[in-house]
Each structure stands twice: as structure tokens, then as C-alpha cells.
């Protein structure tokens, strides 16, 4: 079993950063991926960015490359979600899952275990 927190969201102007963290309990934190993924008012759950167990590999959904980033510290079994260059289209509930095969994938379907989800909202 595998327990996530998320944490970071809050309200943002346009052009503002924040950074989620999505702290982990109950297995090796290195064994597994990492993904976040969002879910807007009205809208599917949609996945935003994903990391390998080893952080070698990172992905990242379109219109979020180039601003967010993805990264791991395994030392404090946390997952991190820096956000840049905010937009209001980036709004949503923000939640971080994790992948015991490790590869990071962009499939919600293959995700075993999720957080309880963090808002993030930003203003126009």
C-alpha cells in the first residue's frame, strides 16, 4: 500500500509559479514512477506530466512543456510539480499518482495508487 499527499496549490495571478509536492509512505519510493495529472471543472481527468523511478525520464503533456517540470527526490520520497508561467486554462485540481511498474506512464489506467488531489487556481 502506498499513501500520497499532495501539497503547494493555492491562488495565483497569470505568470505566477507554484510548485506541488506529493509527499509518499508505505513502499520504496524509488521503485516506482511518478505522474500528475488534472482534472478542471466539467473535464476529464487529463495527465500533465510523469517521471521514471530513476528520474532519468521525464514526459510531459503538450501545453505544459517548456513551463512545468517534473522531478523526484528519493532521499525524501516526495515528487515535485514546479509550475511557471501560469496560465487560467491551467486551473484545476491537481493530483499525483504513482506506477509500480516505474516507467512513468501517461495513463491514468495505469496508475495504482493516487493522492486525494491539491487546487490550483489561476487568475486572469
Known amino acids: 500500500q502506498v499513501q500520497l499527499a499532495e501539497s503547494g496549490g493555492g491562488l495565483v495571478q497569470t505568470g505566477g509559479s507554484l510548485r506541488l509536492s506529493c509527499t509518499t509512505s508505505g513502499r520504496t519510493f524509488s521503485d516506482y514512477g511518478m505522474g500528475w495529472f488534472r482534472q478542471a471543472p466539467g473535464k476529464e481527468r487529463e495527465f500533465v506530466a510523469s517521471i521514471t523511478w530513476s528520474g532519468g525520464t521525464t514526459f510531459y503533456e503538450y501545453s505544459v512543456k517548456g ?8 532521499a525524501k520520497s516526495t515528487a515535485y510539480l514546479q509550475m511557471n508561467n501560469l496560465k487560467p486554462e491551467d486551473t484545476a485540481v491537481y493530483y499525483c499518482a504513482a506506477d509500480l511498474y516505474g516507467v512513468g506512464s501517461q495513463r491514468s489506467g495505469d496508475y495504482d495508487y493516487w493522492g486525494q488531489g491539491t487546487q490550483v487556481t489561476v487568475s486572469s
Open 67 to 74: 513551463r512545468f517540470t517534473i522531478s523526484r527526490d528519493n
